[in-house]
């Protein structure tokens, strides 16, 4: 018993500094040495500013750009406070939510039936993409605000979807930022 | 539900299949100290490890001291993770400048970690330092995982041995399983994450200029509304990838981030996904092929696979089903699968994972003690949330947590040889081991423990209001996430209905409690069945011996899982998520 607990205290302390400090340390080394965008979160640089992750979703809210889903994450997309809504499937305030939202987007395209992941909040409030149906749905009205042609947007959403990994993994999912992102290079945001 | 949904659940299936063999045959080799390619790396490190830390590598230890050690070993481990988190504040590595932990957090956290729970109560990237991340955290996914397992080798060295009390030396298993079998596939898997999008670095977080700034509500402590323009993001940055494998490699499931395999840092993309996947259910089912070979019976170990791999499809197909077929209450939105969405309830899923690969998760890491999640469970479906619940609750034995499975697993197949051996009047054998009166009491024991532990304390949860105001989803579905916090701790899973407000002081400490007894009450009588097997003489088969190999001993097996669950939780589940299943598509809300 009391050899057994000296052998639990030195074993605490030696494993410790093995798996807990050295192995992390080892692996940031490597990381940042093979893979150094990866490892710091992609980050996107504009006129020498960083504008973002191209991993990580951001709130857009004017019609010239695409819109992401719902967030939960903090006060909206807050990388602070990852989170999902972890509303249930029968809460009033998710069916609420849902039927406002439905409203708003109807009144672009009526009678379209809102493609789900447009009014659902993601698992994360993180979530960098919106599905091509998402994206689509959302062409009519951004075309229409930045007087572009719809065709040449859908060219540039096409150009922005990555489809599934390795043809078979995943969903095909279209990136909001870097969507965005383009379409402002086109011209000065509206 | 799509072709290329079940395209994936099958390759996956199928890459679980392929990678059984080689995990199982090599940890045979790592647990019976032969020769393997990694000792020129390993051997000299192992040396020094028990030279500084005063083991005798060649003593070996009855149950009972085996078990003295490791209640030791965790006793000390957790002590210091408390102490780590009440101290961050003072300790290196704290770039955003994070508080002490509080007491209760922090003892729930120790609790959580040093069980395989990894039940969270808190959001990483707000609350806990990098230090705090990688010397306090991902440690205990290394070593708890660690003592999962060596438990695991003791049972089947109870069986596989005869005439002894002998049953190996607690340090030297942990040693050489966080050697051989832990560390090199967590330093190759680290690096696939990076290579994926996982971030790995020690900065402090990034600060964002958003191209366009917003105005958002916000209601201040004074619950007065005021309006904010947001201009900038901070991006959480971290330790992340030489976590987030052992997280699943070891199914703790403890996230780096609040939203865990949801978050992209944590799961980038597809091919992360399921290699996370994959990683969850690689010892577990390795440990079956580890099973055979020790014991001489390699299609023992198969009929017990096949046993886990049938309930682990007629889960993930309810949840796969149930999810697709979305919310009816959801008006005027499109849930229908097309090449351009993958529709369903996509409430708490990722778009790049969509339906086939949330549900395949959710099940996985629930079969599994994992409870790491890709998407937030208490947004699913009833169904689809119940069957989470279920495989929780009927002891994730289904392939089961690293080690705790193959001992959780263990105590229904005492039972199975019990109500066989009651069926044909004989003694019941078990690989030429006598079952005997103190065996079945010690594998009730464990069972019973659990039924308890769960159902006093969400009885109690259930009327009182410091458990009944923690609930965020009113009607049935309130009892549904009280019901699943306890059963996610007492089954040290640690996936949560995240809506249910943890953070309390009765939460924080029942769910402890909870958790403790879960992990020790399972770890002891089944430590004490391996002690007396061991101890027995090896009976010849005969042919009046059951036999635990084949089909029929598979569906034995499953009925006695399936009726022991069943009985004990089905009233609860009719009140929770059937009934909210039935007013759902009744159309009423709450």
């Known amino acids: 018993m009391k050899n057994n607990l000296l052998i639990a205290l030195w074993f605490t302390l030696v494993t410790t500094v093995m798996f807990g400090v050295l192995y ?22 504009r006129k020498r ?29 807050d990388p602070t406070s990852s989170s999902g809504s972890n509303l ?102 509206l | 539900m799509t072709a290329n949904g079940w395209f994936q659940i099958g390759l996956y299936l199928v890459v ?16 019976n100290r032969e020769k393997t390619f990694l000792d020129p790396i390993f051997r000299p490190i192992e040396k020094l490890i028990y030279r500084l830390t005063g083991v005798d590598e060649k003593r070996e230890m009855r149950w009972t001291e085996y078990a003295v050690a490791m209640l030791l070993f965790s006793g000390v481990s957790m002590a210091v993770l408390y102490v780590i988190e009440r101290t961050q504040k003072w300790l290196p590595l704290n770039p955003q400048k994070f508080a002490n932990v509080d007491p209760a957090l922090a003892f729930g956290t120790a609790a959580s970690f040093t069980t395989n729970t990894n039940w969270q109560a808190y959001s990483g990237e707000s609350t806990m330092s990098y230090f705090t991340q990688m010397a306090g955290l991902a440690y205990h996914n290394f070593v708890s995982a660690a003592v999962g397992i060596v438990l695991a080798i003791v049972v089947i060295r109870g069986i ?27 330093v190759v898997g680290s690096l696939v994450f990076v290579s994926q999008g996982v971030v790995q670095n020690l900065k402090p977080y990034t600060t964002v200029q958003l191209i366009e700034p917003h105005t958002v509500q916000v209601t201040g402590t004074d619950s007065k509304t005021t309006t904010q323009t947001v201009t900038q993001q901070v991006i959480a940055q971290g330790p992340v990838a030489s976590q987030e494998v052992i997280k699943e490699f070891g199914t703790n499931g403890g996230g780096f981030f609040g939203a865990n395999s949801a978050h992209p840092f944590e799961n980038p993309t597809p091919f992360s996904n399921f290699f996370q996947m994959v990683l969850i259910f690689a010892i577990p089912s390795g440990l079956t092929y580890t099973l055979g070979r020790m014991t001489g ?16 499809l007629v889960g993930v197909t309810t949840v796969y089903w149930a999810e697709a077929k979305g919310n009816p209450l959801l008006a005027g939105t499109d849930q229908h699968a097309s090449a351009s969405q993958s529709g369903g309830n996509m409430e708490g899923k990722e778009v790049r994972f969509g339906i086939a690969n949330s549900t395949l998760f959710a099940t996985a890491t ?3 003690s994992c409870g790491a999640v890709n998407s937030q469970h208490d947004s699913f479906t009833p169904i689809g949330g119940m069957v989470p619940l279920i495989n929780i609750m009927l002891g994730e034995v289904v392939f089961g947590g690293v080690g705790a499975g193959l001992y959780g697993i263990f105590v229904f197949v005492v039972l199975a040889v019990f109500i066989a051996g009651l069926m044909v009047g004989r003694t019941p054998e078990y690989l030429g081991k006598k079952i005997e009166s103190y065996d079945v009491k010690m594998a009730m024991l464990a069972v019973l423990i659990l039924t308890f532990t769960i159902l006093t304390f969400s009885a109690v949860s259930v009327v009182k209001p410091y458990g009944t105001s923690s609930i965020s989803n009113p009607g049935p579905h309130g009892l549904s996430q009280i019901l699943y916090a306890y059963v996610s701790s007492t089954g040290n899973n ?8 943890v953070n309390t002081m009765w939460y924080n400490t029942t769910t402890a409690v909870a958790q403790l007894l879960g992990r020790f009450f399972m770890i002891i009588p089944v430590l004490a069945i391996a002690g007396s097997l061991a101890k027995k003489k090896i009976v010849p088969a005969s042919a009046g011996t059951f036999p635990v190999t084949g089909g029929l001993f598979s569906g034995l097996l499953v009925s006695t899982i399936l009726i022991v669950g069943a009985l004990t939780f089905f009233p609860a589940l009719s009140l929770g998520p059937i009934l909210e299943h039935l007013l759902m598509n009744a159309g009423k809300v709450f």
């Open chain 1, 24 to 45: 992390p340390l080892a692996i940031t080394g490597l990381a940042q040495v093979l893979f150094p965008s990866r490892a710091n979160g992609q980050l996107i640089e």
């Open chain 1, 49 to 77: 500013q960083i504008v973002g992750s191209r991993i990580i979703g951001q709130s857009f809210t004017g019609p010239g750009y695409f819109h992401s889903r719902p967030s939960s994450a903090g006060t909206g997309y």
């Open chain 1, 88 to 189: 249930g499937p029968t809460n009033k305030q998710l069916i609420e939510r849902v039927r406002s939202d439905v409203q708003k987007l109807q009144s672009e395209n009526p009678n379209v039936p809102v493609p789900v992941d447009l009014v659902t909040a993601s698992g994360s409030g993180l979530d960098p993409n919106i599905s091509p149906a998402a994206a689509e749905f959302q062409i009519p009205r951004v075309a229409h605000s930045r007087g572009m042609k719809e065709d040449d947007v859908r060219t540039l959403v096409q150009k922005h979807t990555d489809g599934r990994d390795l043809g078979f993994l995943g969903e095909p999912r279209v990136n909001v930022l870097e969507l965005n992102l383009e379409l402002d290079s086109l011209r000065t945001p």
């Open chain 2, 16 to 31: 679980i299949v392929l990678i059984t063999k080689p995990m199982g045959v090599f940890m045979t080799r790592v647990f």
């Open chain 2, 160 to 186: 596989a041995r005869k005439e002894t009390d002998k049953l190996g030396n607690f340090w030297v298993d942990t040693t050489r399983c966080l050697l051989w079998v832990l560390l090199p596939i967590c």
């Open chain 2, 297 to 312: 019976s390699q299609r023992h170990g198969w009929a017990v696979w096949a046993a886990m791999a049938f309930l682990f």
């Open chain 2, 366 to 368: 629930t079969d599994a």
């Open chain 2, 494 to 501: 640690g996936s949560a209905l995240g809506g249910l407000n």
